[in-house]
């Protein structure tokens, strides 16, 4: 196996793709007004009751499935349950997810964890930014297949 060079972080030069991602999070607005097609594994417009959301598969295997996701501010990602668990960390915004009917408001550096088969939901009252991990990888998750 051939040894990879090791880049000093100053020289690193991104991926086209790396800037389009780097672009789409880094400023909402464009991103959240227009209607996004989203290429398997790599950006999923969310079906929602009201708003937008958009996810960003960073990994993906049966193991784990990794997503960075934007939802728009008065944002409601509908009601649902699903076999994994799923680890949501909040990095910016402010989000409420309701669990089984119990409210819990996720700031920055918030985290939650969604134990396979409760009935879930959030409403974001401001842009929000977060991690999710589901343990094992769920379909689609963060694919849109």
Known sequence: MKAQKVVPFAEF???????????MTEH???TLT???????????????DRGVGVSF?????????????????????????HDERE???VYSGLASI?????EKVLHPGDSV?????VVHYVVCE????????????APGFPRAD
């Open 13 to 23: 030069k991104p991926s086209p793709s790396l800037e389009k991602l780097q672009m």
């Open 28 to 30: 909402l607005a464009p």
């Open 34 to 48: 227009t209607k996004i097609s989203g290429e398997p594994g790599n950006v999923v417009e969310f079906q929602m």
């Open 57 to 81: 598969g960073l990994w993906n295997e049966p193991a784990v499935a990794v997503a960075r996701s934007t939802i728009s501010a008065g944002s409601k990602f509908p009601e649902h349950a």
């Open 87 to 89: 680890l949501i960390l």
């Open 98 to 102: 309701f669990l089984d009917g119990k």
């Open 113 to 117: 964890i969604v134990c396979p088969g």
């Open 126 to 137: 401001e842009d929000t930014k977060f991690i999710s991990v589901a343990v094992p990888s």
